[in-house]
């Protein structure tokens, strides 16, 4: 049984940061490409960052221009766990968090129905 689950979230001042974590079991996280969406308040979900594999052991990381140069994803592999390091937080950044599993690099990143697996969501609440 395939599982994520993501962590970290809570309630931080705009300017402060936060590092959510997914956990991942039931998949050889090495060969999957993860990613991060979000889900703001009444709004669809949406693409947040991509650790796509390329090959072998291999990642290359991709960001939607709203977080570009705030937020860094990375893994470690060996703890089956994915990361988000998120830094100078905006109230706009206030969303659900959601980790995503692809067993092949999406050929569209930010189409939710290319991801196989969806963890739980973590909340990400940014006040002014």
């Known amino acids: 049984q395939v599982r994520l689950v993501e962590s970290g979230g809570g309630l931080v001042q705009a300017g402060g940061s936060l590092r959510l974590s997914c956990t991942t079991s039931?998949?050889?996280?090495?060969?999957?490409?993860m990613a991060w969406f979000r889900q703001p308040p009444g709004k669809e979900r949406e693409f947040v960052a991509i650790?796509?594999?390329?090959?072998?052991?291999?990642?290359?990381?991709y960001y939607a221009d709203s977080v570009k140069g705030r937020f860094a994803i990375s893994r470690y592999n060996a703890l089956n766990e994915v990361y988000l390091e998120m830094n100078s937080l905006q109230p706009e950044d206030t969303a659900v968090y959601f980790c995503?599993?692809?067993?092949?690099?999406?050929?569209?990143?930010?189409?939710?129905?290319?991801?196989?697996?969806w963890g739980q969501g973590t909340q990400v609440i940014v006040s002014p």
């Open positions: 039931g998949i050889t996280l090495r060969t999957h490409t």
């Open positions: 995503a599993a692809s067993a092949e690099a999406p050929v569209h990143d930010i189409d939710t129905a290319q991801y196989d697996y």
């Open positions: 650790h796509k594999r390329v090959g072998g052991s291999v990642y290359t990381p």
